[in-house]
């Protein structure tokens, strides 16, 4: 792939260097910031020569400019023009920054959050005009991670956004990976009056739904006084469909030992006198690959985003002041149908037991085969029980922010600056499933030739309501609310230095106080009662035949329906609005977290000449002081009874940084930067929960209220070379050193001696009264400070406008980045055999490409991002089945294509994920012995079909 990307690079920066010495001629570029305002952090206020442009390529020099500026690491991406960004998802244009990577939201299949230099997505910190800020949505609700939602916001309600990879000391402290600056517009970005536009109508292939959105925004100025208003709306349908093993694979041999080897136990029954191993040896078949469950999954989600943005500035030549505001409200509802055979927690030990029931629900092999290559064991089983689910949530995010900018230019050296803010981000999920089964039934099961359609086939009914039984209903409701309030004041100073040096000083004070509560109930058991009162009949009665969601792709060998039951049956019996009241409050897994932060910080600019280059060099420090306040609940007494427990803490730390930007000749530049940063654990960790996260896994989490931030000394190197106006080629290394990592430490425990109800592990684990013994093994992991990890890499970044070409090709032009990570993860993963494997938790490689063409009236663009596999889970091991879960590497190819009218008309049609991406996981035989199982043991296999939108946008 490297080799690929030289080949494609070297060629267009040679063509560069001999393009026509006319091409160099240029116009000056407005400095970043007006006068009246203190500098970008890390940028010299000098301006820089640039070609004046327009258009998506407009928005390319305006982020080059800005980068070459600053004299630490700094990317950016800037609006076209006010109200025009120009993507449709702010996560998804960072991934075109060098060492970004994307992570999608499972069930919209939008950008969501982003990870930095192989470091998870919580170890980067977003601020709102430079205040933190946190949100989150769908998945994330309830995870009290530290990670930024950017899908809760639309692209249209900014104007810039600032990535800072390297530390300043003015910046936020807590992002190891970086910080992220989402910037509001404000009306004197564009001082003149504005009214920008755009309608468009969203269409999905899979779900084939048509939804309009619209945005509009409004900007003017008089005199000194201007004012800015926007709102957006968006919406979409997405239909998911695929393939789940929900787990992993595993065989009889392993599922069978005690303690059972691998994610899951079963046991074939081999004694029965109906099986049939054919030529197979018992061994061969009880060491052959089960998936945990075989089964079809199906989902609708329905989207709505609206969002609102304001702006109020008084600006003069000295004084600029503004109050900011901003609203976002996010909704998903999301539909989901299960429908498979269940391979877990099979086993026939008691043939008197009913058909189905624990103890005879074995499977029984009838007539199957193995896959030599995969070791995958198929064909027909009796004594199959088969489970279908109706699943039904709400997921809606509401963020306000409000915010009080000034800044006062005191004389011609001194600027005084301040701001105040505040934020909130509540985020509700509540849902549940409906759950029926078939026991009993002899069924034939295949992969097919892509496995991520199966097929499946039985003589028994899948339609007929009275081949269901044993219904089963879960509920719940969780509630993650963030709030922030922020003060700072700062000071920027100019001054003389000997030798025609300059300087820029900037001291400043923070105060950051956040509040993130976790709210959790489970109103199973009410639910459960409810369900019982309508009895097996009842619920028989409410089952259809017609699938609440419509197109979904099933492959050729699938059941197209079964039995089920549709939303108005599942809200009007079991709406988990009135399933979890107060009264199922989950203490164990709730809690209350206050950081505040206290900050000082010092740094100045330096610039000057050194052997007749100039030499701009940044270097600061940053004393923050952080005190927690932690209110949760812990069992107390010989009852075991939750009560309300208070823990607090506190700690310091200093953190120097040091950046320098040498320009080597006129084109070339070296940057340098190193320093200290610190990422906060998360505190779902530190709010000390003892919780067991699968009920269908001895394995149970306990947080540690102790646990001090993770530090990092950061070392960034690179050269750029700007070749040509607007044009870029650059390369990058990377280096930190990771201490105080929190560090999972596992040991066996007593599930007794965790103090935890009964109804915490499923029923496997219970006996005929719900029990669960004391003394069953658990595993126990808890979090400390430990050890130390280096983390390098290195980027590659390319950017050009091919003016040089003869018309009409001189309209083109292209952008690609490469990032590569050493492999990193906290874990060693060890074979049974005891080789160590080289695993890694986060891709070792990301790249994206872009190709653009502007001219006249026509513009086009197609970007394809892709990322490498990676391992799934933050902490994986062998469970003794020698499988490694992966999270199979995933591109995805977007395009636009547009005409302008005039000004205040253009026609767009923008198309994402036109390669209709599989996204899947699967599972690696670390052994080597039965192939990597890249397409055939495939744990989740989902595709979302690709998304058009045709519309029009303009200003008036």
Do not use: C
Not at 875 to 895: C, K, M, Q, S, V
């Amino acid at each position: 792939m490297k080799k690929k990307i030289l080949e494609t690079l070297i060629p267009l920066a040679l063509a560069a260097m001999y393009a026509p010495a006319g091409l160099a001629q240029s116009s000056p570029a407005a400095p970043a910031n007006s006068p009246s305002e203190p500098p970008a952090p890390g940028a010299d206020d000098a301006s820089t020569n640039t070609v004046v442009v327009t258009g998506f390529r407009s928005s390319l020099q305006k982020a080059l400019n800005l980068k070459q500026q600053a004299i630490g690491v700094r990317d950016s991406i800037v609006a076209e023009d006010i109200g025009k960004f120009p993507e449709a998802n702010i996560a998804e244009s960072l991934q075109r920054v060098p060492g970004v990577i994307l992570n999608r939201d499972e069930a919209s299949g939008e950008g969501q959050r982003i990870s930095v230099r192989g470091l998870p997505t919580e170890y980067v910190v977003t601020t709102l005009n430079g205040a933190p800020v946190n949100t989150t949505s769908t998945s994330t609700i309830g995870s009290a991670a530290r990670g930024f939602n950017y899908d809760v916001f639309a692209s249209e309600l900014f104007g810039r956004v600032d990535f800072y990879k390297s530390p300043l000391a003015e910046l936020s402290e807590g992002g190891l990976g970086g910080v992220v600056d989402l910037q509001t517009p404000r009306p004197f970005d564009n001082p003149k009056r504005t009214i920008r536009y755009g309608l468009t109508d969203t269409y999905n292939t899979a779900s084939k739904h048509n939804d309009p959105n619209g945005f509009v925004l409004y900007s003017n100025t008089w005199d000194k006084l201007g004012f800015l208003i926007g709102a957006s709306h968006s919406g979409n349908v997405n239909t998911r469909s695929g393939f789940e093993a929900t787990g992993g694979y595993n065989s009889s041999a392993n599922g069978s030992a005690n303690p059972v080897k691998g994610n899951f136990g079963l046991s074939l029954d081999f004694n029965s006198p109906l099986a049939n191993l054919g030529g197979y040896t018992r061994d061969q078949v009880a060491n052959a690959f089960l998936p945990r469950i075989y089964r079809f999954y199906g989902s609708e989600n329905e989207r709505t985003r609206d969002g609102l943005v304001s702006s109020v500035q008084w600006k003069t030549p000295t004084l600029n002041v503004s109050l900011d505001t901003m609203y976002s409200k996010l909704k998903n509802t999301r539909t989901e149908q299960l429908f498979g055979i269940l391979i877990r927690s099979t086993a026939t030990t008691n043939r008197n037991a009913p058909v189905g029931a624990a103890g005879n629900n074995g499977l029984i092999p009838l007539n199957v085969k193995i896959d030599p290559s995969t070791n995958l064991l198929t064909g027909t089983f009796g004594n199959t029980t088969y489970n279908g689910g109706a699943s039904y949530n709400e997921d809606e995010t509401k963020f306000g922010y409000g915010a009080l900018n000034a800044s006062w230019k005191a004389s011609p050296k001194l600027t005084l600056s301040g701001q105040a803010s505040l934020n909130q981000s509540t985020a509700t999920s509540a849902g549940g499933t409906l759950s029926g089964y078939i026991y009993g039934a002899t069924s034939t099961i295949d992969y097919g030739d892509d496995h991520v359609y199966p097929s499946i086939s039985s003589p028994t009914s899948y339609t007929d309501p009275n081949s269901w039984s044993g219904f089963t209903i879960s509920s719940g409701k969780t509630k993650e609310t963030d709030k922030g309030k922020q003060a700072r004041v700062a000071a920027d100073y100019d001054y003389d230095l000997a030798g025609g040096w300059t300087g820029h000083l900037k001291s400043g004070l923070t105060f950051v106080s956040t509040l993130k509560g976790v709210n959790k109930r489970n109103g199973t058991a009410l639910a459960t009662a409810k369900l019982n009162s309508i009895g097996a009949a009842g619920l028989r009665n409410a089952m259809t035949s017609q699938l609440p969601i419509d197109h979904l792709d099933f492959g050729a060998g699938w059941p197209h329906s079964w039995a089920t039951w549709n939303s108005g049956y599942f809200y009007s019996q079991f709406d988990p609005e009135v399933y979890n009241p107060q009264s199922t409050f989950q203490p164990n897994q709730s809690f209350e977290a206050q950081e505040d932060v206290k900050t000082a910080y010092v740094q100045s600019d330096f610039k000057g000449e050194i052997a007749g280059r100039e030499l701009r060099i940044n270097a600061g420090v940053r004393y923050s002081k952080t005190d927690t306040k932690i209110d949760n609940f812990k069992q107390q007494g010989a009852s075991l009874t939750y009560s309300p427990n208070h823990e607090q803490g506190s700690y310091s730390n200093v953190l120097p940084a040091l950046s320098a930007a040498l320009d080597v000749t006129d084109q070339l530049m070296w940057r340098a930067s190193w320093g200290k940063t610190i990422t906060r654990a998360s505190l779902s960790i530190i709010a000390a929960q003892t919780v067991i996260p699968n009920q269908f896994d001895t394995s149970a989490t306990s947080g540690n209220p102790n646990l001090r931030p993770q530090q990092s000394k950061n070392l960034d190197t690179s050269l750029e070379w700007y070749f040509q106006p607007g044009s870029l080629l650059s390369a990058g290394v990377f280096h930190k050193t990771l201490t105080d990592a929190t560090v999972a430490n596992t040991r066996v425990v007593s599930f007794g001696s965790l103090g935890l109800p009964d109804t915490a592990l499923g029923p496997l684990f219970q006996d005929a009264n719900g029990r669960v013994d004391p003394n069953l093994p658990m595993t126990l992991r808890t979090y400390t400070n430990a050890g130390e990890q280096k983390l390098k890499g290195y980027e590659l970044a390319y950017q050009q406008a091919f003016s040089f070409l003869p018309a009409p090709f001189n309209g083109m032009g292209a952008l690609a980045s490469y990032t590569h990570i050493n492999p990193f993860n906290s874990a060693k993963w060890i074979t049974n055999a005891g080789k160590e494997i080289e695993v890694n938790s986060v891709p070792k490689y990301a790249y994206s490409g872009t190709v653009y063409y502007e001219q006249g009236k026509w513009a086009a663009r197609m970007s394809y991002n892709y990322k490498g596999k990676s391992l799934h889970g933050d902490n994986p091991r062998n469970n003794g089945d020698d499988l490694i879960r992966w999270r199979a590497g995933r591109g995805y190819l977007d395009a636009n294509i547009s005409y302008q009218f005039n000004d205040n008309l253009e026609f767009r049609i923008d198309a994402l994920n036109l390669s209709n991406t599989l996204a899947y996981d699967y599972f690696e035989d670390a052994s080597g012995q039965y192939g990597n199982g890249k397409k055939t043991r495939m744990d989740y296999a989902k595709y979302d079909g690709r998304t058009i939108k045709f519309g029009i946008r303009g200003k008036l």
